[in-house]
T-cell receptor, first 112, second 113 residues
Framework: SAVISQKPSRDICQRGTSLTIQCQVDSQVTMMFWYRQQPGQSLTLIATANQGSEATYESGFVIDKFPISRPNLTFSTLTVSNLSPEDSSIYLC?????????FGPGTRLTVL | KQEVTQIPAALSVPEGENLVLNCSFTDSAIYNLQWFRQDPGKGLTSLLLIQSSQREQTSGRLNASLDKSSGRSTLYIAASQPGDSATYLCAVQIVYNFNKFYFGSGTKLNVKP
């Protein structure tokens, strides 16, 4: 299994600012995944982050809004840029360990 | 495209009842199916993983079954407890793209003392 930590656990941000979320894994993994969970909804995949290459974004998500860094095999960041109230969600990072998927505790973002 | 549906969306039962949560998927070419639990405002905790070659998995009071041909999985919770109250999500991993997990919308369970 993998142990994943995220920082911050929650934040309240002003419209127009940006928030960077950090994800740290206790083991080296090839791929890390970033998800968004809007209030009352299920998870939507934002992008897949490979070490040493550009992240792969899902339909509806763009790099300018959600830039991702993956500097090594245990760490990734997701930035949510130019915040609006519609960005208020829980953001989760995850890794796939063999067949199983593991999740971090999530970052709850509220945009005022 | 794989579509994952969970029924019911919400369920309220008295403590001690046995209950079944349902998950259905449209494309039977799955690699895995995984059940998760999510407490309010928290991340996801993995409960059970069923590989495509398996028909069921058990962990304590939980039993998950998989029927690929009919595109269905069930999560059976025996002797429910108030601590089981949470949202339960199923996720499917397909053989065409191991990196993509398709999530259902979840079943919100409330177990009343």
């Amino acid at each position: 299994s993998a142990v994943i930590s995220q920082k911050p656990s929650r934040d309240i941000c002003q419209r127009g600012t940006s928030l960077t979320i950090q994800c740290q894994v206790d083991s080296q993994v090839t791929m890390m995944f970033w998800y968004r969970q809007q209030p009352g909804q299920s998870l939507t995949l934002i992008a897949t982050a490979n070490q040493g290459s550009e992240a792969t974004y899902e339909s509806g998500f763009v790099i300018d809004k959600f830039p991702i860094s993956r500097p090594n095999l245990t760490f990734s960041t997701l930035t949510v840029s130019n915040l609006s109230p519609e960005d208020s969600s829980i953001y989760l990072c995850s890794v796939a360990g063999g067949r199983e998927q593991f999740f971090g505790p999530g970052t709850r973002l509220t945009v005022l | 495209k794989q579509e994952v549906t969970q029924i019911p969306a919400a369920l309220s039962v008295p403590e001690g009842e046995n209950l079944v949560l349902n998950c259905s998927f449209t494309d039977s070419a799955i690699y895995n199916l995984q059940w998760f639990r999510q407490d309010p405002g928290k991340g996801l905790t993995s409960l059970l993983l069923i590989q495509s070659s398996q028909r069921e998995q058990t962990s304590g009071r939980l039993n998950a079954s998989l029927d690929k041909s009919s595109g269905r999985s069930t999560l059976y919770i025996a002797a429910s407890q108030p601590g089981d109250s949470a949202t339960y999500l199923c996720a499917v991993q397909i053989v065409y793209n191991f990196n993509k997990f398709y999530f259902g919308s979840g079943t919100k369970l409330n177990v009343k003392p």
